[in-house]
């Protein structure tokens, strides 16, 4: 695997490799990870053991390691979401042409005489035709031919997909193994912060910490808990976050309602933003609990939408806010706009 090691794929990984060894691994795996865990990194470990030409590779070294290692290996093929040419933003779905076109790689003899190997991520993204496409392969898959499909919702995989599979669930790391491996990767005081943000994710909270809206956060905050005491404009705020990365204000916006819920719930636990917890305690006493299971979801949806196209990412957080300007009417964030 490139980058740096991630202790908590070891287990998966090494079982991988001796199933390899063994002449024992699947035609087709289906990696289940949550966003920021590593399913990615796991896919690409066990492919770079397939190439390389060591019994106990990856070496690194290596022919196969090292056309790998530089995109160039011609036996393995990555699909995934495109990018759209006109908008510049990752497309929503993998198409149906993008499968055949790898189905007929597939059907090729390997060029390096080895095996053919590829990587579907997200495997969620195909579309009913891709997947459909994609399920004649996996029923009569050709020889020493690995197909590794990463999905962070295996469960939007249809059924007949997922029954070809192999499933491997990639496990979330305790939060001290996950603290360790991130103040290994940088020291930094805040590491637990990002990480309860992340919801227990290192990748994801080692890239909410290196984003621009780290530094943006506590600014950002105060804005947003103002809206619901009749302070502050919706529609600024969204203009403001759209210059940073709306997912990431959307996923540490979903910490805030779940932290809310928590504080609800049992009237204390432990919080994804502590440095907050006095205004959310003040806040979350006045709030309906059935709104903020509502704005939960909506947010989650909103997360998704945010990697569509055809969505207009500033009318989708300007609706959201507005919602949220209302938490603490009767009625109290009913008009969410985030529908099914």
């Given at each position: 695997?490139?980058?740096?090691?991630?202790?908590?794929?070891?287990?998966?990984?090494?079982?991988?490799?001796?199933?390899?060894?063994?002449?024992?691994?699947?035609?087709?795996?289906?990696?289940?990870a949550a966003a920021g865990l590593g399913g990615t990194e796991l896919a690409s470990g066990i492919v770079a053991a397939v190439a390389c030409v060591t019994a106990e590779g990856p070496c690194g070294a290596c022919d196969g390691c090292r056309r790998l290692a530089q995109d160039q290996h011609p036996d393995h093929r990555l699909v995934t979401?495109?990018?759209?040419?006109?908008?510049?933003?990752?497309?929503?779905?993998?198409?149906?042409?993008?499968?055949?076109?790898?189905?007929?790689?597939?059907?090729?003899s390997s060029l390096l005489?080895?095996?053919?190997?590829?990587?579907?991520?997200?495997?969620?993204?195909?579309n009913r035709h891709a997947a459909n496409a994609l399920l004649k392969t996996l029923?009569?898959?050709p020889a020493a031919t690995l197909l590794v499909l990463v999905s962070s919702r295996p469960d939007r995989i249809p059924p007949t997909l997922r029954s070809r599979c192999?499933?491997?669930?990639?496990?979330?790391?305790?939060?001290?193994?996950?603290l360790a491996w991130l103040a290994a990767q940088q020291p930094r005081a805040d590491w637990a912060l990002w990480l309860a943000v992340a919801g227990g994710a290192p990748l994801a909270a080692r890239d909410l910490?290196?984003?621009?809206?780290?530094?943006?956060?506590?600014?950002?905050?105060?804005?947003?808990?103002?809206?619901?005491?009749?302070?502050?404009?919706p529609v600024r705020?969204?203009?403001?976050?759209?210059?940073?990365?709306?997912?990431?204000?959307?996923?540490?916006?979903?910490?805030?309602?779940?932290?809310?819920?928590?504080?609800?719930?049992?009237?204390?636990?432990?919080?994804?933003?502590?440095?907050?917890?006095?205004?959310l305690r003040n806040l979350g006493s006045r709030l309906h609990l059935t709104a903020l299971h509502r704005f939960l979801t909506a947010l989650q949806r909103s997360s998704a939408m945010l990697e569509d196209t055809t969505v207009n990412p500033a009318l989708l957080l300007q609706g959201l806010l507005v919602a949220w300007s209302t938490a603490l009417a009767p009625d109290a964030m009913k008009p969410i706009l985030v529908e099914d």
């Open positions: 695997m490139s980058g740096p090691p991630l202790p908590w794929l070891e287990a998966p990984a090494r079982a991988l490799r001796q199933r390899l060894r063994e002449g024992t691994l699947p035609h087709a795996l289906l990696i289940g979401r495109l990018v759209d040419e006109d908008t510049g933003r990752v497309r929503k779905e993998i198409t149906v042409d993008q499968v055949r076109a790898l189905i007929a790689e597939l059907q090729l005489g080895g095996w053919k190997t590829a990587i579907v991520d997200p495997a969620e993204a195909m029923e009569e898959p192999q499933g491997i669930a990639v496990p979330r790391p305790t939060t001290s193994a996950a910490a290196g984003s621009s809206f780290a530094d943006q956060r506590s600014a950002l905050a105060r804005e947003l808990l103002d809206l619901p005491e009749g302070r502050g404009d705020l969204a203009n403001q976050v759209i210059d940073h990365d709306p997912r990431r204000f959307v996923l540490w916006w979903s910490s805030v309602v779940r932290d809310l819920i928590v504080l609800h719930q049992v009237g204390a636990g432990r919080s994804s933003n502590p440095d907050l917890e006095p205004v």
